[in-house]
T-cell receptor
Framework: KQEVTQIPAALSVPEGENLVLNCSFT??????LQWFRQDPGKGLTSLLL?????REQTSGRLNASLDKSSGRSTLYIAASQPGDSATYLC?????????FGGGTRLMVKP | EADIYQTPRYLVIGTGKKITLECSQT?????MYWYQQDPGMELHLIHY???????EKGDLSSESTVSRIRTEHFPLTLESARPSHTSQYLC????????????FGPGTRLTVL
């Protein structure tokens, strides 16, 4: 059974810092990996989708990498802003199913 | 911007009541999903559908039921709500290919007293 782990569980940084969120998964037989953002009490917003054949995806200040063989993905956020404060969820896709990690709660302080 | 809607957004109800959580999408997506998320915890898949008249149970056992009579509509029903059903319920849809992203609705926060 696929297990997804996110480290750290919580992170607090000053505005402007570059930061890295980590995601690891136990079964490398995946179709894709997605990073989502969730604001308190809200639904999920898809940030980046990396197909299993890809190594990374970029969108604005966000860059996500995927190393399928080692079961790891990272989300890099450049020049963090207070508006980036949210919970970031990693989800591994196999078939049409997503298995979610527990998330990293990010707080960016002005 | 994804067009997927959930109603109600918040619901507080007494034990034993029957409730239906609505989810609809206007993107013509074949696949739809229901996830359950307790506060500060992971999302767990409880139901999914590959299309009209198709419903399957997810990884997490749930006393709820779903139906898919129309492509755009995927309601979730609890016949007799209990306090253990208190949670956030998130609906999602995807186009149908295994490599597609899932689009999420805003969620319904259910509290059963």
């Amino acid at each position: 059974k696929q297990e997804v782990t996110q480290i750290p569980a919580a992170l607090s940084v000053p505005e402007g810092e570059n930061l890295v969120l980590n995601c690891s998964f136990t079964d490398s037989a995946i179709y894709n990996l997605q990073w989502f953002r969730q604001d308190p009490g809200k639904g999920l917003t898809s940030l980046l989708l990396i197909q299993s054949s890809q190594r990374e995806q970029t969108s604005g200040r966000l860059n996500a990498s995927l190393d399928k063989s080692s079961g790891r993905s990272t989300l890099y956020i450049a020049a963090s802003q207070p508006g980036d404060s949210a919970t970031y969820l990693c989800a591994v896709g196999a078939g049409n199913m997503l298995t979610f990690g527990g998330g990293t709660r990010l707080m960016v302080k002005p | 911007e994804a067009d997927i809607y959930q109603t109600p957004r918040y619901l507080v109800i007494g034990t034993g009541k029957k409730i239906t959580l609505e989810c609809s999408q206007t993107m013509g997506h074949d696949k739809m999903y229901w996830y359950q998320q307790d506060p500060g915890m992971e999302l767990h898949l409880i139901h999914y559908s590959y299309g009209v008249n198709s419903t399957e149970k997810g990884d997490l056992s749930s006393e709820s039921t779903v139906s898919r009579i129309r492509t755009e509509h995927f309601p979730l029903t609890l016949e007799s709500a209990r306090p253990s059903h208190t949670s956030q319920y998130l609906c999602a849809s995807s186009e149908g290919r295994t490599t597609d992203t899932q689009y999420f609705g805003p969620g319904t926060r259910l509290t059963v007293l």
